[in-house]
């Protein structure tokens, strides 16, 4: 069952500690024994894999041992998710928690959403590089009058002392000490002001973060830890009082006893840092809770991955032609010769025809070689002309980092309205990048082109195969982090991938009445690539479609392999239904609300898209969700770099196809299948539309089968039936759900 819809109310003191920060009456039977098992794991500091289906009450089985382990050892507790909705649960929960037991929680969002004045980093770490600059001038000002001041009270009592007589000479002397300390601060004094009328002069500021560093803010903090806050409810407050809410949150994490973020906050390595500095924690310091853990593998490649396209090397080469600097040649050299080697590759790559059919989307050219460093490594190293690149290299970055600082000095003391980007150091950086770590284990060096209004351009780019690279440091150095998602197991490849030592692992599946839903394979013709313009094919899958719209009292959701797939079955399939198409490009969330408004739809959309994970389709939004075709990713050259990567990392090719494709592909086909079904008191049919997930198929299909590539009780669950013989079943079961408002429909 959702934490929300458990009975409401605060745990006693009785039984474990951690049950203070459990917000209702009890837990449920595996509550406590996740809870109890997490807790155990925090104290001797491993890591948890811990797999729940939806209404096993993952996020407060983890969050109320965490809490309560960390007030006692002194750590902060960090939940992260890269799902919007999931952090809007969070939130839900840390407010149903803090009613109960009072926690200081924070939730942070990036900068680029929390932003007064829309500008970008640079341009606000050069903003408040500049105005605090001048604040910490006006404060030795102010700290100089005082000091005046002082000493002018103190030579009024010494000129007292000396007009009532007693000890003159004494007196005379200590005025005199008096007198020319105090000529000496304002001597001081003067020189402060001069330098903060230049100052003020001169400097771009922000008024925000000016008034957050010169106004009582105790008012807001009062209101920030009186509940949790949404980051929307703090820009609004923040604006309101004419504040910067970004830079006060990140003054006033210390102390915090739950932070929520997003994956990047904890995946990228800079921003980690700086984020664990505002928190004033080291990482030993932080339990980490990630949510929809099975996308940290996606999330972490993503980070690792770097790229530079033409346009910034072609900047860079303009910015080195206006820069008067003894390096600039040897800049040139090297950041020119790369450029050029560039647009040879990609241009040599492209086949007949390709020129003319590019489009916005960037399509990838292949310089992997089998042999030897990779065509764009060659080629740069071909049209490099000079002493040594190496040396050049040092050259171009050092001088590259000059003109970065003044590019900051500029800004900050107001010669420029825009913090510029210093191109070269963005080109200079990723060719030291690419020639050292395009060789690495792991690193697939690609080169991709795209049409843009300027014409052609390319880009190069070091895609990174084994994400542990990014997510094995992390967890070695956090104290502990609590890993769950409906769809984790096999266990032992998270572990692999993902770089964990001796992780706990649990399991636990739907919670809710079995015979509240059914879940079938249905043994249609195994979609194949090869096969999916067959007719005969296209018949069978669009009529089983029609038969499981028809028989469905409500909503119906299609998942298929690709936004393409879809497309041909919107287009094919004929109902009564009112259909919905999910496009690329457009936003999901419109089309889901008004799929959802209705009560007779079906929507069809990719596996691969934002509708199929991450989104509750609770009660009437839907009924039945279909999953058709085994959903494998497109194999291009990036993804075979991947499964050789894997592969070459865990002993074997059948290994790498394992790891690489076929895990995280019924992955995507379990998380599609949870849509559905979503509360003890809902009821629908969850149906596999390919021969390869049914049973009775595995041994003539092979490996081709992916059958038991499920976990077991699923595998259990899952029910063989033809495509003809579907209606039969559905209608049996909604039946017996009482489900038809009116006569069921006739086979």
């Known amino acids: 069952m959702p934490e929300s819809e458990q009975p409401a109310g605060v745990a006693t003191s009785d039984g474990p500690g951690y049950l203070r920060f459990f917000p209702y009456d009890q837990p449920y039977d595996h509550q406590h024994d996740a809870m109890e098992t997490i807790r155990e794991a925090l104290v001797t500091e491993r890591d948890v894999l811990f797999e729940g289906a939806c209404g096993t009450g993952k996020t407060l089985a983890a969050l109320a041992p965490a809490l309560e382990y960390g007030r006692a050892a002194n750590k902060t507790v960090v939940i992260t998710t890269n799902v919007h909705q999931q952090t809007r649960q969070f939130i839900e929960e840390a407010r149903a928690i803090n009613t109960g037991e009072p926690i200081r929680t924070v939730v942070f969002r990036g900068k680029g959403s929390m932003c007064h004045i829309d500008v ?336 052609v351009r390319g880009r190069a780019e070091l895609y990174t195969c084994i994400p542990r690279q990014v997510t094995e440091p992390l967890f070695d150095d956090l104290h502990a982090s609590v890993l769950m998602s409906a769809t984790l197991r096999p266990f032992d490849v998270q572990r692999d991938v993902l770089g964990l030592d001796d992780p706990v692992t649990m399991a636990y599946g739907l919670q809710f009445p079995e015979e509240r839903r059914r879940t079938f394979a249905v043994t249609s013709p195994a979609l194949f690539a090869s096969k999916r313009d067959d007719p005969g094919v296209q018949s069978t899958v669009a009529g089983t479609i029609e038969d499981a719209v028809r028989f469905t009292p409500g909503n119906t959701l299609v998942f298929c392999p690709s936004y393409a797939e879809a497309e041909r079955y919107y287009d094919r399939v004929g109902t009564d239904s009112t259909p919905y198409l999910d496009r690329p490009g457009e936003r999901a969330e419109d089309l889901r609300e008004r799929f959802t408004a209705g009560d007779d739809g079906v929507l069809f959309t990719s596996l691969w898209g934002t509708l199929a994970e991450g989104v509750s389709y609770d009660g009437d939004d839907a009924r039945t969700v279909l999953v058709v075709g085994v959903p494998y990713p497109h194999l291009d050259d990036r993804m075979e770099a991947v499964e050789e990567a894997f592969a070459g990392a865990f002993g074997s090719e059948d290994q790498g196809w394992r790891y690489a494709v076929e895990i995280p592909t019924v992955r995507k086909t379990r ?77």
């Not at 003159?168 to 001081?188: F, K, N, P």
């Not at 003044?406 to 825009?418: C, I, L, V």
């Not at 049919?685 to 390869?692: F, G, H, M, P, S």
């Not at 499920?710 to 909604?734: C, G, H, I, T, W």
């Open 120 to 455: 970008d980093y640079k341009e606000c770490q050069a903003l408040r590089d500049a105005t605090r600059e001048v604040v910490d001038q006006a404060e030795e000002v102010a700290a100089l009058e005082q000091q005046a001041a002082e000493l002018r009270e103190a030579a009024n009592d010494e000129d007292g002392v000396s007009a009532g007589g007693g000890e003159a000479t004494g007196a005379a002397a200590g005025g005199g000490d008096v007198a020319e300390a105090r000529a000496a601060v304002l001597d001081e004094l003067q020189s402060a002001e001069d330098q903060l009328d230049e100052v003020q002069a001169d400097a771009t500021v922000c008024d925000r973060y000016h008034r957050n560093l010169t106004q009582d803010t105790s008012d807001f903090y009062d209101w920030l830890y009186a509940d949790v806050r949404t980051p929307d409810e703090i820009y609004d407050a923040a604006h309101e009082a004419g504040l910067c809410g970004y830079e006060l949150l990140k003054e006033g994490m210390e102390g915090v006893d739950l932070v929520v973020c997003n994956y990047h906050h904890l995946l990228d390595p800079n921003i980690r840092e700086q984020f664990f500095r505002w928190l004033d924690r080291d990482p030993e310091d932080i339990v980490a809770v990630f949510d929809e853990a099975h996308n940290i593998e996606d999330a972490a490649r993503d980070h690792a991955t770097r790229t530079c396209n033409e346009v910034t090397l072609s900047s860079a080469l303009d910015e080195l032609d206006e820069t008067d600097d003894f390096r600039v040649e040897a800049a040139e050299r090297v950041v020119r010769a790369f450029h050029d080697a560039l647009v040879d590759v990609y241009e040599a790559g492209m086949g007949f025809g390709a020129r003319e059919s590019l489009g916005e989307d960037w399509e990838d050219v292949t310089i992997d070689a089998d042999t030897g460093r990779d065509d764009l490594t060659m080629a740069f190293l071909e049209r490099y002309e000079g002493p040594g690149y190496k040396q050049d290299l040092e050259h171009a970055l050092n001088l590259a980092q000059t003109l970065d600082q003044s590019y900051q000095e500029a800004y900050k003391e107001g010669e420029t309205t825009t913090r510029k980007e210093c191109q070269t150091l963005a080109a200079a950086a990723f060719i030291d990048d690419w020639m050292d770590g395009s060789a690495e284990p792991g690193t697939y060096p690609v080169v991709s082109v795209r049409r843009t209004e300027a014409g």
């Open 671 to 747: 998380q599609a299948l949870g849509r559905v079904v979503r509360s003890p008191e809902d009821f629908g049919v969850r149906a596999l539309v390919d021969e390869r997930y049914a049973r009775s198929r595995a041994g003539d299909l092979g490996q081709y089968s992916v059958h038991d590539t499920f976990p077991e009780e699923e595998r259990e669950e899952l029910v063989d039936v033809a495509p003809e013989k579907l209606k039969f079943a559905m209608l049996n079961f909604y039946q017996e759900m009482g489900a038809y408002d009116d006569e069921p429909p006739r086979p």
